[in-house]
């Protein structure tokens, strides 16, 4: 999870984002059985409007879980879309991430005010987390604050970060860029989360 700069919204947005999140929001208030599809705009789903600037902002890896990702990818929206609290921001710029597959199965719908954004003014990967490369596996930072930590374990539950795959994904993607000097550069394996040093 490395830190995000957030880039200037996407002119689809900036003309109809306003707009089509009070339509959501009315729709979902009305028939609260309503599926979330992407409105669309000029013959393509506003997903595929904006999915690239998302993209583009992490290099093309998961904002979670730092994955290169592969299809399919998704855009995460990071206070769900379906929350009747949330519903106002289904179309903003500020909520919406690039994800892989994985990470947005794992949270779903899912909230929790103490999850972690990658994009906070305040955000640095070893405030909160650290790596076991002898395991892959993602930790909460041992030397974080009992708050900071109790963050991360949301965060590395919600995201399914810990999972037995994701380890053995770093721990594949880590070998390969040990093994491949034309890899080896300052952020990292490709595909993998990057070692991080401090904030």
Not at 98 to 122: H, M, R, T, V, Y
Request: aromatic content about 12%; proline content about 6%.
């Amino acid at each position: 999870m490395r830190k995000i700069i957030r880039t200037s919204k996407p002119v689809v947005l900036v003309e109809n984002g306003d707009r089509w999140n009070e339509q959501w929001k009315k729709l979902k208030t009305e028939k609260p059985s309503a599926p979330f599809n992407w409105y669309r705009h000029q013959g393509r789903s506003a997903r595929d409007w904006i999915r690239a600037d998302l993209a583009a902002m992490t290099q093309e890896h998961c904002a979670f879980c730092d994955r290169y990702t592969v299809e399919p990818d998704s855009v995460e929206h990071f206070r769900p879309k379906s929350d009747i609290r949330f519903l106002h921001l289904a179309y903003s710029w500020e909520n919406l991430f690039f994800c892989c597959g994985g990470c947005q199965k794992e949270k779903g719908e899912q909230w929790d005010d103490s999850l972690i954004n990658p994009e906070a003014n305040d955000y640095c990967f070893s405030r909160y987390f650290m790596f076991d490369w002898s395991t892959g596996e993602m930790l909460p930072n041992p030397k974080a604050s009992p708050n900071d930590r109790a963050r991360a374990e949301t965060t590395i539950r919600i995201y399914g970060l810990d999972t037995q795959t994701r380890g053995r994904f770093r721990l594949m993607a880590l070998r390969e860029w040990q093994r491949s000097p034309g890899m080896q550069n300052q952020d990292g394996p490709r595909g993998s989360l990057a070692p991080v040093s401090g904030c």
